[in-house]
């Protein structure tokens, strides 16, 4: 009795594996930038990114939408960040310099984790100073929380105690984002930029 049923189910079995191997690699469902990325899954189990809405540095409301509009470079950091901030801020600047030189444009994008001293004004000259491309954002404090939350970000205030010259800890990734296919991949800080401007214009190519 058992042979006639392994006779017709192996046939069924086979059709049913080749299907889902044809569906795996279907062109829809190829990872396209898998060739850029630095592992298969870029390291993360959550998704990242989203929708956001903050306030640019001429004082204007923005959404995702209006400011991610090319292949983008989002850091989330401070402008009274002694060191680390303006170290990563420049770093992503020559990125997209770099880039420029092969005819590939990228937006650089700084949002704010410290609404409450980085106003419309102290953004527009922090991103006066860093580049002409720059896009500084801020918030409220639950805009830049949501926007915080939406790419998995971390800050917190070192202490309440100075009003005026209080630090902030915070994480230091960069995400490459684009208008079509949202986050892509993120580079840490202690990458050159040399090195994020081949990963990134690998991305460019191939979207």
């Known amino acids: 009795m058992l042979k006639p049923i392994l006779k017709y189910a192996t046939p069924t079995l086979i059709i049913a594996g080749l299907w889902l191997i044809s569906f795996e690699f279907w062109p829809e469902n190829v990872?396209?930038?898998?060739?850029?990325?630095?592992?298969?899954?870029n390291g993360v189990a959550e998704p990242i990114g989203g929708p956001f809405t903050l306030i640019n540095q001429k004082g204007i409301m923005v959404t995702d939408a209006d400011v991610i509009t090319e292949p983008s470079l989002i850091y989330f950091?401070?402008?009274?960040?002694?060191d680390v901030c303006p170290l990563d801020a420049v770093r992503n600047t020559e990125v997209v310099d770099i880039l420029a030189q092969t005819g590939k444009s990228l937006t650089p994008i700084f949002i704010s984790i410290d609404p409450q001293r980085d106003t419309p004004e102290v953004?527009?000259?922090y991103s006066k100073w860093l580049h002409p491309k720059m896009i500084a954002l801020t918030g409220s404090?639950?805009?830049?929380?949501?926007?915080?939350?939406?790419?998995?970000?971390?800050?917190?205030?070192?202490?309440?105690?100075?009003?005026?010259?209080?630090?902030?800890?915070?994480?230091?990734?960069?995400?490459?984002?684009?208008?079509?296919?949202?986050?892509?991949?993120?580079?840490?800080?202690?990458?050159s930029a040399k090195k994020v401007a081949e990963k990134a214009a690998c991305f460019i190519k191939n979207s």
Do not use: N, W
């Open 31 to 41: 990872d396209k930038f898998s060739k850029c990325r630095s592992s298969p899954f």
């Open 77 to 82: 950091g401070y402008t009274f960040c002694p």
């Open 123 to 125: 953004m527009s000259e």
């Open 141 to 191: 404090q639950e805009q830049v929380k949501a926007a915080s939350k939406a790419y998995g970000t971390y800050y917190k205030l070192h202490s309440d105690e100075d009003k005026e010259f209080y630090l902030i800890d915070h994480s230091t990734m960069s995400y490459l984002v684009f208008p079509e296919h949202g986050f892509v991949e993120f580079f840490r800080r202690d990458q």
